[in-house]
């Protein structure tokens, strides 16, 4: 997966974008096309929120989180995509 990582009121760090794009990375077992995941991290009053939008093709995924750690944004995240993804794979 080719990762586009992005950073809003904040740089993240590079241990932090390592670990999105290793766990993002897992996704691409749903797909055997190139898919593209765009993440924004952002920090807000009191926290993260975590914007994945995901493009395969004719299908994009969507997932936006919040939390007090941008590391459980990024896990959140990945489980919500995960769902979505493979019930998608599992009506092909």
């Known amino acids: 997966m080719k990762t586009i990582i992005t950073g809003k009121n904040y740089t993240p760090s590079d241990k932090l974008k390592d670990i999105i794009e290793k766990k993002f990375a897992k996704l691409d077992k749903y797909f055997s096309d190139e898919i593209t995941g765009n ?44 769902a979505q993804m493979s019930k998608r794979s599992e009506e092909h």
């Open 39 to 82: 993440i924004v991290t952002i920090k807000e009053k009191g926290g993260y929120k975590v914007e994945a939008t995901i493009n395969t093709k004719g299908n994009i995924f969507r997932a936006e989180t919040k939390a007090s750690d941008p590391y459980d944004c990024v896990d959140r995240c990945i489980e919500k995509l995960s």
